[in-house]
């Protein structure tokens, strides 16, 4: 009996990392861990128009335009140090979740109902739509600490219990379970400091980068790293990040010569190191915004802010973007993290494009091909020449498996996602919706529902929500 006991006992702390301490709680704190070993794969899509009328009567022009969506500029957001504060406060900012002044949380204690008192809201998430309508939620890219053993924590769960709220302190940085949760809503990961004592010894360096690259694969499961925040204005990192292939983007303060002009573009990115300014303020860079958007497009920098810590100011500031610039205002930013920003440039470089027209029929043939680690199978295509009125329908291969499409300025824009696991996802926070039924988990499952492209599944998936 005592070894069953122990039996049943080691079966439970393998089903949840989280430490349920009342005796009478039966919480079971489930993660989507979305499996990235199988996303990494050249894609070909196919998609075939049917138009109203005679494709012939069209000059249509197929191209994957500078910035996904024809957004007209970009902005990039990195924190470093593996902070808890980019869980609880930069990712619960965008995504709609409770805020706080002086207590921090993670993923369990969200998901599982157990916070602290005090908390405040924007009542809303911040992003931008696709074009055609489809929220879409800024991302911004987390630098990882994997050879730090405070990653491998833990939850302290304990509902109801009100006598302290240590359990709320700050950590040492974020735990792998808040990383596995941010990276379902698109937030993108990065090197920063490794755990190496000779910081300006190259081949010290490099060596951690595959120490750490093993511990993130194994902790995010099989997701790698390609991007490099450069650490301590330490260039060491950079020259150590050149010759370790994986690392494929890098930014930097400092040491980067190089600004990034998105619609000046002509290659592929590979192993550039781009500028980013910290600021302690936020509210400073709103005027730097504000006279590069008085640039013609072609003109725009990219606006690339790093940052430690943030709090209430920066939750403002990511507010003020989305009133200004997001669904909330002229709706003309693209937000996306580092990771997707490299893979979507690398896909306008690299994607072959084929199109035919046979009588009302145009059909769009399109090689993507994956680079090491690409976790972003997602790029816009414009058909230059045809308007969305003019289209009767259509039809995309099953690699594609979220679509949507809608006017833009010279045409018609598609938008198209190729992720493996789309559905999955969504079923996954379907079911979230399911067994916990509130507001929040709604505004979640539509907002993962909605990826999806139109089908039978995508509407059984609704009608279990009541939609």
């Keep these: 009996m005592y070894k069953y006991s122990c039996f049943v006992l080691f079966v439970l702390c393998m089903v949840s990392c989280v430490k349920i301490t009342d005796k009478f709680e039966q919480v079971e704190f489930v993660n989507y861990k979305y499996p990235y070993e199988t996303e990494n794969n050249d894609i070909n899509c196919e998609i075939i128009v049917h138009l109203k009328e005679d494709g012939f009567k069209y000059n249509i022009d197929a191209q994957v335009p500078f910035l996904k969506y024809n957004k007209t500029w970009l902005m990039l957001l990195t924190q470093d140090d593996c902070v808890q504060a980019a869980f609880c406060n930069t990712w619960a900012a965008i995504n709609g979740k409770p805020l706080y002044t002086n207590y921090y949380y993670d993923i369990a204690h969200l998901v599982i109902g157990d916070l602290p008192p005090g908390a405040y809201s924007l009542n809303k998430t911040l992003g931008y739509s696709d074009g055609t309508g489809k929220e879409v939620r800024f991302a911004f890219t987390t630098t990882l600490a994997p050879e730090q053993e405070w990653m491998n924590e833990s939850s302290y769960v304990r509902i109801g219990y009100k006598a302290d709220f240590y359990r709320f302190f700050k950590k040492n940085g974020l735990i792998w379970d808040n990383v596995n949760a941010m990276l379902n809503y698109g937030v993108g990961i990065s090197f920063h400091d490794v755990a190496t004592d000779d910081v300006h010894v190259i081949d010290s360096i490099y060596s951690h980068f595959e120490i750490a690259q093993n511990l993130?694969?194994?902790?995010?499961?099989?997701?790698?790293?390609?991007?490099?925040?450069?650490?301590?204005?330490?260039?060491?990192?950079?020259?150590?990040?050149?010759?370790?292939?994986?690392?494929?983007?890098?930014?930097?303060?400092?040491?980067?010569?190089?600004?990034?002009?998105?619609?000046?573009?002509?290659?592929?990115?590979?192993?550039?190191?781009?500028?980013?300014?910290?600021?302690?303020?936020?509210?400073?860079?709103?005027?730097?915004?504000?006279?590069?958007?008085?640039?013609?497009?072609?003109?725009?920098?990219?606006?690339?802010?790093?940052?430690?810590?943030?709090?209430?100011?920066?939750?403002?500031?990511?507010?003020?973007?989305?009133?200004?610039?997001?669904?909330?205002?002229?709706?003309?930013?693209?937000?996306?993290?580092?990771?997707?920003?490299?893979?979507?440039?690398?896909?306008?470089?690299?994607?072959?494009?084929?199109?035919?027209?046979?009588?009302?029929?145009?059909?769009?043939?399109?090689?993507?091909?994956?680079?090491?680690?690409?976790?972003?199978?997602?790029?816009?295509?414009n058909l230059k020449g045809i308007r969305a009125e003019n289209i009767q329908s259509i039809q995309t291969n099953d690699v594609i498996t979220g679509f949507s499409y809608g006017n833009y300025d010279d045409g018609t824009m598609l938008n198209i996602d190729c992720f493996k696991y789309l559905y999955e996802r969504a079923q996954f926070f379907c079911e979230q919706y399911l067994a916990n039924p509130t507001d929040d988990n709604l505004t979640d499952a539509l907002y993962f529902i909605n990826k999806l492209k139109e089908s039978d599944k995508k509407q059984e998936l609704l009608q279990r929500i009541g939609r």
């Excluded at 990115?269 to 910290?278: E, S």
């Excluded at 205002?329 to 893979?343: H, I, K, L």
């Design 216 to 381: 993130i694969r194994s902790n995010l499961n099989g997701r790698g790293c390609k991007v490099l925040a450069e650490p301590n204005g330490n260039y060491d990192y950079v020259k150590a990040a050149l010759v370790y292939d994986p690392i494929q983007i890098m930014t930097a303060q400092g040491n980067a010569k190089e600004t990034l002009y998105p619609f000046k573009i002509v290659s592929d990115l590979n192993k550039g190191l781009y500028n980013r300014v910290f600021v302690d303020d936020p509210n400073s860079i709103r005027s730097e915004i504000e006279n590069n958007l008085k640039k013609i497009k072609e003109d725009r920098k990219a606006i690339h802010i790093g940052v430690h810590g943030t709090d209430y100011k920066w939750v403002s500031f990511l507010e003020w973007i989305n009133n200004q610039y997001g669904k909330d205002g002229d709706d003309s930013v693209w937000f996306p993290s580092m990771e997707e920003y490299y893979e979507y440039n690398y896909y306008r470089i690299h994607s072959r494009i084929e199109t035919a027209i046979d009588g009302n029929i145009l059909k769009i043939k399109i090689h993507m091909p994956a680079g090491q680690y690409f976790y972003y199978p997602s790029i816009t295509l």
